[in-house]
């Protein structure tokens, strides 16, 4: 249990802002491990911008209450996730070989593709949590962090990772994950979703496993085609196209059968 917990600091320590002992120890092969709770990362998340939501439902209008709430997790991840989908915008909307988009994502300043990739995935983000009540914005985002993360690892355990140098952040995630930490990943990725659809009584958001299954392949096969795998850049835009694709799904399934 003590090393379990070890894990999961780990996993706050690397992928939050929120401070852990200083006790607790790291080292690259407890971050690999440390994977099968980036799903559990998704609860943390969650909560705290459902409380967000929650408090500030009572005293500002929903819209507000809603995007302070997204600024909330970008905030507690420090950025980490959406820095990776802007980085794979940028790389892949301006390299043409493995080397270029490689080199692109390792750049640390934002170009066009990637400005707009942010832009445009952040106010769709928006616009399908406005189109519900509070409270189903609630149930969703509690469902959408977990799940997300959990499609992130998917890549990890099924592709192999492409960067060669050692000072990368994500090199020690490439380690790779054992089928066990797979199956750990899942109960914490799947047990909010499966919660809160027995709780709507809506089985039509079955349909957000089949659309999450299509986002992503397509981002799979655009990895494998340019690069051969994935990096870190490639985990976090999964993660953060997965968690759209689950926004879009609780809006037009539960706008339209609720």
């Given amino acids: 249990m003590k090393k379990q917990w070890q894990l999961l600091l780990t996993a706050i320590m690397y992928y939050t802002r929120i401070h852990v002992p200083v006790s607790a120890s790291w080292s690259p092969e407890m971050l690999s491990k440390a994977t099968r709770y980036l799903p559990l990362i998704g609860w943390i998340t969650g909560i705290i911008m459902t409380g967000v939501l929650y408090v500030l439902g009572t005293i500002a209008p929903p819209m507000v209450s809603i995007l302070l709430a997204i600024i909330a997790g970008v905030w507690v991840t420090g950025a980490f996730h959406e820095d990776g989908f802007a980085d794979m915008c940028d790389g892949f909307g301006g390299g043409w070989t493995k080397e270029k988009i490689l080199e692109i994502m390792k750049d ?25 009540s509070l409270y189903k914005v609630m149930l969703t985002v509690i469902s959408a962090q977990p799940l997300s993360r959990f499609m992130a690892v998917t890549v990890i355990y099924t592709h192999k990772y492409v960067r060669e140098n050692d000072d990368s952040k994500a090199k020690p995630i490439a380690r790779g994950i054992t089928l066990r930490d797979l199956w750990i990943a899942a109960l914490w990725g799947f047990i909010p979703f499966i919660a809160v659809m027995i709780y709507l009584q809506n089985y039509t958001l079955l349909l957000t496993i089949p659309a999450l299954v299509l986002a992503r392949w397509y981002m799979v096969r655009l990895m494998q085609k340019w690069i051969g795998g994935y990096t870190g850049d490639c985990l976090g835009a999964v993660q953060q196209v997965s968690e759209t694709v689950i926004y879009l799904c609780f809006c037009i399934l539960t706008w339209k059968y609720i």
């Fill in 108 to 132: 640390s300043r934002i170009g066009t593709y990637g400005m707009l990739g942010l832009l445009l995935i952040m106010t769709l983000k928006y616009l399908s949590l406005r189109e519900l």
